[in-house]
């Protein structure tokens, strides 16, 4: 079993920076991979960043790329998700997830995440 704390959300005008963390607890040493969603209000939860602990390769949405930067600490204690030239479109409530599963390409799918966060509330306004 993994727990999984979020912290690091909030308000922020457009064009800032906001790094969210996820602090993971228990079966950590059985984590393989690290995912970022998020989920607008009426909209489905879609991915955002996600961090293979094998290959250290990392994906991003087309719609972060470039502006977000997941990663971890060397024990994966606590995972990091940097955010950069926010915009409001950006605003969202953004979920942590451990993947059990070893993979060499990290998973952009829900379904592979077998724990979750709890949530944090970004929000993107001047």
């Known amino acids: 079993h993994v727990q999984l704390v979020q912290s690091g959300g909030g308000l922020v005008q457009p064009g800032g920076s906001l790094t969210l963390y996820c602090a993971a607890s228990g079966r950590t040493n059985e984590m393989y991979g690290m995912g970022w969603f998020r989920q607008a209000p009426g909209k489905e939860r879609e991915f955002v960043a996600a961090l293979s602990r094998v290959s250290e390769r990392t994906s991003y949405s087309d719609s972060v790329k470039g502006r977000f930067t997941i990663s971890g600490d060397t024990k994966w204690d606590t995972l990091y998700l940097q955010m950069a030239s926010l915009k409001p479109e950006d605003m969202a409530v953004y979920y942590c997830?451990?993947?059990?599963?070893?993979?060499?390409?990290?998973?952009?799918?829900?379904?592979?995440?077998?724990?979750w966060g709890q949530g944090t509330q970004v929000t993107v306004s001047s």
């Open positions: 997830a451990a993947d059990m599963t070893a993979r060499i390409i990290p998973s952009t799918t829900r379904s592979s995440y077998a724990y």
